[in-house]
């Protein structure tokens, strides 16, 4: 009883805090669930609520009124706006609406605090409801009190409209099929300009009635879009109670839990999110349980159980074929061409030598300054390079590629600190590390396809984020770690201090990494991993352990981050949790899609792009980083669905499959690289009006057969 | 009165349907006969409005309703009954009955019939045993029913059937046959898509066999009764692959 009366009041403010989330989190859910947007902006609505409810609220009920409406109008407007700027790419997938909202998000915030300023505003409450009221003889405010009401009324009304009235039914309709739902007589374009706005306003509203729990400030719509992303990944987008559930969870562990065990608060989520991962995965998708592990033959998975089955009645039949179904008489071309250069390979490796040749020259050609930029490009690029592999062709698109980075980071600036100093000795144990960090996480990760994966990995790079900023022994906290020694190129040598000797040895570890990664994505490896995003259903039925491969190349990306990490300590010499953040996680993902998926070189010049616009440009324009690279973010969804390696053959819009660097990494029969035109998750819920209809369309017609028939 | 001249449609990069000319009478039934990849779906499809067409026109009693959105084609009187169903998995059957139930607007006096809710589970019985039922907890027969459903409670001049009978039991078989010819009585013009020369044969008063995405024979249900070698020559000879 005494333990219940001390926690009283974190307990309450935990469901005003888990009702505010669910809010936010039921719109966050609504347009990813039904509409298809995973709104990375979505914070940003609630920012729009929060600042116009503070800016307009005077301490009057007449303020508030006001201020809800205008907030609620606002944000409304705004989802509505991203409706429309979303529905073009609809058919391009998850994964680029995802994209342009994240870049909108941007924008978003930075003309947010153009406006409103840096500093966070006060909010006054109406003063009816500022004083305390007295819950069990303990003071509690009275707004929040009467905000778990209003938020209370809220959920049971949208639950209300969702579930019970004919409007929700066309709206889980779209979900579901929106060729049919078009077919009945209803727009999906109005439903989903419906639901966005809707969204929106569910956003706006929390902000204004919220401002006073999570108050309008520059790391709002973060903070708001992180919460409601992890309570989103929680509760599933199943129900609205699970939401609900979760939503109150995560209230509670943020505030109840931070009153309890202040300590473990932090990490209380991660297991939360865990356990939710694993759980789920074992019991709501269990064709997909087995092919993790190893054992094939005692799975749930039926392919697997079958094949065990037969492989114990057959006489040896042979491991799975590596060529995917692919006619006898072409076997020998690819396989020729791969072993004797050819015209099409020297092409193809070019554009790779060009830029090797620049990159070697470039410490003659830059200053000192430029050139230490340069070299984080060159760690922001591995980091990129290994988003490609995860996202162009284990069809896994992450946000989270800063976890073993930042393993990776901190393993490095450790071991510096320990005396290891040898430069080939902190690249292998940070890989490692990373790898290892990779193998345990990976597992959450393989199981979800597309935006799901988005969502999961974000949660796993913030959740990260926590535990760097939590160990400060490891970490150095928030302050992050300087004055650990410089590291030797080799053994023997001496501390790099010079700009340019930092920058080659950057170079040298990232011709190294590049090689060994282009070598291996060319390999057989390299097409099992293509056909898997392609075409997983039929990999499996062939016998392919998909799961295994995932992880596989889970592990090997998140090696390849860790190298990345590795690097940037090196090079930049000191490390704070901000070099490991969201922001750079959604750069490196920026980075490929510049690039287009699937190009490992136009990962690497979309990381210098970045840097250049980041660190280069906008040094003449100072505080406007963001809102340059939101714009760059727009713009690359829109003009170049492929990429820079879209230019390359045949710019965007060319058909066909493009973002392949060309005959050698897919076999024929195997589906081209999507770019990020392709849904990595398949084609259910895609809101193009004729994405069903291509289904007398065979998945894949090679590009030479393209413009002849159709049919086979 | 459904009617396509030289409709031509395709996927990018391959045209699937070949100028292709076809008119439905209201109150018949016509039937396109064809093999996987004919281009029998594209063709419903493309009058429904889920693809554009790249030439040609579709009329709705001689009105043109060639690349209007599919909400307004479904508005306008065409009804879909899709393949393989696609009936909503997470809406119950009465949630289906009330999203679809469209009644035409006030002064619009060129609908065969007037469909509601309760008129429909008079025809389809079975539904309203179901009503709470989510769409995939039914059968493969009771789905089929409940997309017949969805596409009449729109009140439909005309009704399109893209393979009803596909997976389905031979009894059930012959009640769908049944309900088509019923339903072209009342006045719908059915264009009803199907592999089997048999079952068109059985309802139709015209049929189009398609290979290629382009028109190979066209006969009267008659003639197709009376002799079905023509039908099956023009099927077989042509078939693809074979």
């Not at chain 1, 990813?32 to 609505?45: M, R, Y």
């Not at chain 1, 006898?328 to 050819?342: E, F, K, V």
């Not at chain 1, 591995?382 to 490609?388: E, Y």
């Not at chain 1, 970490?475 to 053994?491: E, H, M, S």
Request: charged fraction near 15%; proline fraction near 6%.
């Amino acid at each position: 009883m005494e333990l219940l009366d001390a926690h009283l009041v974190p307990a309450v403010d935990g469901v005003a805090f888990g009702l505010l989330l669910f809010v936010v989190a039921a719109g966050l859910s609504l347009a990813f669930g039904t509409a298809g947007v995973l709104n990375l902006s979505h914070g940003t609505l609630y920012a729009i609520g929060a600042y116009t409810g503070a800016e307009l609220s005077d301490g009057t009920w007449g303020g508030l009124a006001l201020g809800l409406a205008a907030g609620t109008a606002a944000a409304c407007v705004a989802g509505a706006g991203l409706s429309a700027a979303t529905a073009p790419l609809a058919r391009r997938g998850h994964l680029a609406q995802a994209l342009l909202t994240f870049g909108l998000a941007l924008i978003g915030g930075d003309l947010l605090i153009q406006f409103f300023g840096a500093d966070e505003l006060p909010v006054r409450v109406p003063e009816a409801l500022d004083s305390s009221v007295n819950l069990l003889g303990h003071r509690y405010p009275a707004y929040r009190l009467c905000f778990i009401v209003m938020a209370v009324l809220l959920a049971a009304f949208g639950t209300w409209v969702l579930t019970r009235t004919r409007m929700g039914a066309a709206v889980r309709a779209a979900a579901d099929d929106p060729q049919m739902l078009a077919a009945t007589g209803h727009s999906p374009r109005a439903v989903h300009t419906g639901v966005l706005a809707a969204a929106g306003a569910l956003a706006g509203a929390a902000g204004v009635l919220g401002a006073p729990i999570i108050g309008p400030g520059p790391g709002t719509s973060e903070t708001v879009l992180m919460l409601s992303l992890v309570v989103v990944v929680l509760g599933g987008l199943r129900s609205l109670w699970a939401t609900f559930f979760a939503a109150v969870a995560v209230g509670e562990v943020q505030t109840l839990g931070v009153s309890v065990a202040p300590e473990l608060a932090p990490y209380l989520l991660f297991a939360a999110m865990a356990a939710v991962l694993v759980l789920r995965s074992r019991f709501a998708e269990p064709t997909e349980a087995g092919a993790g592990h190893g054992s094939e033959g005692s799975g749930p998975d039926p392919v697997a159980r079958l094949r065990g089955l037969l492989a114990g009645r057959l006489p040896g039949p042979k491991r799975p074929s590596v060529r995917l179904g692919r006619p006898p008489g072409h076997d020998r071309a690819p396989a020729w061409s791969s072993r004797l250069p050819g015209r099409a390979a020297w092409w193809q490796a070019a554009p790779l030598l060009v830029l090797l040749v620049v990159l070697i020259a470039l410490p003659a050609l830059l200053d000192a300054y430029s050139i230490s930029l340069a070299g984080s490009a060159l760690a922001l690029g591995l980091l990129a390079i290994s988003v490609t592999v995860l996202t162009g062709y284990a069809g896994l698109p992450t946000l989270g590629q800063t976890a073993p980075f930042a393993v990776g980071a901190y393993a490095t600036a450790n071991l510096a600190d320990a005396g290891w100093t040898v430069g080939p000795v902190q690249i292998v144990l940070s890989a490692l590390a990373a790898a290892a960090f990779a193998a345990v996480v990976g597992p959450a990760v393989i199981r979800a396809r597309g935006t799901t994966v988005l969502m999961i990995t974000l949660a796993i790079g913030e959740l990260t984020g926590a535990v760097v900023n939590q160990l400060k022994s490891v970490t150095g906290g928030a302050d992050g770690l300087v004055g650990f020694p410089a590291t030797r190129a080799l053994w023997g040598g001496e501390g790099m201090l010079e700009e340019s000797e930092l920058y080659n040895y950057a170079l040298v570890v990232a011709v190294v990494a590049v090689a060994l990664t282009l070598l291996v994505l060319h390999s057989p490896a390299g097409k099992l991993l293509t056909g898997t995003r392609g075409a997983e259903a039929r990999m499996r039925a062939s016998g392919h352990p998909v799961g295994r491969y995932l992880l596989v190349a889970h592990v090997c990306a998140g090696a390849l981050a860790g190298v990345a990490g590795s690097l940037m300590v090196t090079v930049q010499q000191y490390l704070s949790p901000a070099d490991v953040g969201f922001e750079i996680a959604a750069f490196a993902l920026l980075a490929v899609v510049i690039g287009g998926t699937t190009s490992v070189i136009g990962a690497l010049l979309g990381a210098g792009l970045i840097v250049a616009t980041r660190d280069w440009v906008a040094g003449s324009w100072p505080g406007h980083g963001p809102l340059l690279l939101g714009v760059l973010f727009v713009a690359t969804v829109y003009v170049l669905p492929r990429g820079l390696a879209g230019l390359r053959s045949g710019g965007p819009g060319g058909g066909g499959e493009s973002g392949r660097p060309s005959g050698t990494t897919g076999a024929p029969g195997t589906p081209g690289a999507p770019g990020i035109s392709g849904d990595p998750g398949g084609p259910r819920g895609s809101h193009g009006s004729d994405s069903a209809a291509a289904e007398e369309q065979p998945p894949s017609v090679p590009a030479p057969t393209r413009a002849g028939k159709v049919s086979p | 009165m459904l009617e396509l001249t030289g409709l031509t449609a395709g996927y990018h990069g391959g045209t699937v349907l070949h100028g292709l000319d076809l008119s439905v009478p209201a109150g018949t039934v016509h039937a396109v006969v064809g093999h996987n990849g004919a281009g029998k779906t594209t063709l419903v499809h493309t009058i429904a409005g889920l693809m554009r067409p790249s030439a040609g026109t579709v009329r709705l009693d001689g009105r043109d309703v060639t690349g209007q959105p599919a909400h307004r084609i479904a508005r306008a009187g065409i009804g879909l009954v899709p393949q393989g169903r696609r009936v909503f998995a997470g809406l119950t059957v009465d949630e289906h009955l009330r999203l679809s139930h469209r009644p035409p607007r006030r002064g619009d006096t060129a609908r065969p019939s007037v469909w509601t809710p309760a008129r429909v589970l008079e025809l389809l019985p079975r539904l309203g045993e179901r009503r709470g039922n989510r769409g995939t907890d039914l059968s493969g027969g009771e789905q089929q029913m409940l997309a017949l459903a969805r596409a009449l409670l729109g009140s439909p001049r005309v009704l399109l059937l893209d393979e009803p009978t596909e997976g389905l039991a031979p009894v059930l078989v012959r009640q769908i046959d049944a309900l088509v010819t019923t339903l072209a009585a009342e006045g719908l013009a059915v264009l009803l898509v199907s592999p089997s020369p048999a079952q068109a044969a059985a309802c139709a008063r015209t049929l189009t066999v398609l290979t290629s995405g382009r028109m190979a024979l066209r006969l009267s249900g008659e003639e197709a009764r009376a002799d079905a070698t023509a039908l099956h020559a023009a099927l077989e000879l042509t078939a693809p692959g074979a």
